[in-house]
């Protein structure tokens, strides 16, 4: 945990890629405290720090609430790269991320496309009524001007479990 606070980028990055690995194959392992340093770390200057601690943040959620606060304020940062992040995690929270709906509702006038459909379908996929809505559904089935996405965000479970994956994954250029 430490190296997250190391002044060489690299150094907190690859701590962040790892502590993802951790935090996918044992989230039962971490403590309350490890979990607060995350969310501490993801104030961080480095965006893409930021944006690579939301995946582990999001498999700690039933741990800390402290993680899902993390979640939900990632989802107002500064950086679209990390929105974009925090609103795929909280798609995969499913449920139990029911308090971030007021905010990806917002995120649906968002000027960035991708950021529209990923908020989209994360609002679907936490509460499958959505499907149902005309705002909500024509946003997660947007194709973006020289972005291609994926289908539906169901499939983009599994992959992203298995393999770590980030918003860089789910949009293809």
Known sequence: MAALKDADISVRLGAADALGNYAMSV???FSTAAVQELAEALK???????AALIFPLSRLVSKSGQAMAALLGALNDSDLDVKRSAAVALGFVGPAAKKSLPVLRGHLKSRDCSLRVLSGRAMIFIDPAFKNNAVVSKAAETKCPGVKTMPAIEPLTLEAEVTGATTEQFLLP
């Open 27 to 29: 989230p039962e392992l």
């Open 44 to 50: 961080d200057k480095d965006p893409g720090l930021r």
